[in-house]
Each structure stands twice: as structure tokens, then as C-alpha cells.
């Protein structure tokens, strides 16, 4: 999970240092990643520390996080977007996620490393889930 992370942060400086014709294609790359990202989490990872975690409300703060980063993706995904739109909405989406992702790596996976949750075998789902995922 913290590698989708970094990967996601990594594509997010391209985008920044990106001309304005490799933006579209790069921000495609994002949200698409970012979709994949938001599967494994919401499909497999969020239900399978549900139980273990001492404090759930954290994941429905999460949730609602990622509904808000869907809702920017689709804005993202439209075609014909103007270019000064485009890069209006990527850096909202970049604050949002830097946000999210802080507190998915400061609160949640920190209190999930003591929980007790089985972490090998979440990995061995998260991996398998990715490959179907692709
Ligand atoms: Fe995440
Ligand atoms: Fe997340």
C-alpha cells in the first residue's frame, strides 16, 4: 500500500514538471492508478483491519476521503477539459491526496502494525487482488 503511495506522489512530480501536452496523458496515468489504488483499499484492505483496528472511525474518515478523490478522478476523466482546468483540478486532487495519504500512513497503518490484524496474509490478498487488477 505504501508503495501505490510513493508511485502516486512520484507521477503527481511528473505532472508538475510536465508540457502542457504530456499533462493529459499523465493525468490519466494518475487517476487510473489512483482508481486501483482505491479498490484494493475500500474491496479488501479497509475490511480486513476493520476489526482488528482500535479506533474504526479513522476508516470512515478514510471513506469519505476516497469519495471525494473519486469524484475529482471522473471531473478529471472528462474529455476536451482546457488545459488550465486540467491543472486547476490535479493540483486539488494532489492537496487531497497528500492529505489522505498522511493519514492513512500516520494513523491508520501505524495502529495497524500493533493491532494483531494477520499483516502476511492481507499482503499475500492485496497482491493477488493486484494482479487480477492489473
Ligand atoms: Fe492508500
Ligand atoms: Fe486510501
Known amino acids: 500500500m505504501i508503495a501505490g503511495h510513493r508511485e502516486v506522489e512520484a507521477l503527481f512530480e511528473q505532472f508538475e514538471a510536465a508540457t502542457p501536452e504530456r499533462q493529459m496523458p499523465l493525468s490519466r496515468l494518475i487517476c487510473k492508478a489512483l482508481n486501483r489504488h482505491i479498490i484494493l483499499e475500500n474491496e ?3 475490511p480486513a483491519i476493520r476489526d482488528s483496528l482500535d479506533q474504526p472511525d479513522l476508516l470512515e474518515v478514510a471513506a469519505v476521503e476516497h469519495e471525494v478523490a473519486a469524484v475529482l478522478v471522473r471531473c478529471i476523466s472528462e474529455d476536451d477539459l482546457p488545459a488550465a482546468r486540467l ?3 490535479m493540483d486539488v486532487l494532489r492537496t487531497h491526496i497528500a492529505h489522505h495519504v498522511e ?3 500516520r494513523q491508520i497503518f ?3 502494525r500493533t493491532s ?3 499483516l502476511e496474509r492481507i499482503g499475500e490478498e492485496l497482491r493477488a487482488r493486484a494482479t487480477v487488477l492489473g
Open 44 to 46: 479488501l484492505f479497509y
Open 87 to 89: 491543472r486547476a483540478m
Open 103 to 105: 493519514n492513512e500512513e
Open 110 to 112: 501505524r495502529r495497524v
Open 116 to 118: 494483531g490484524a494477520n
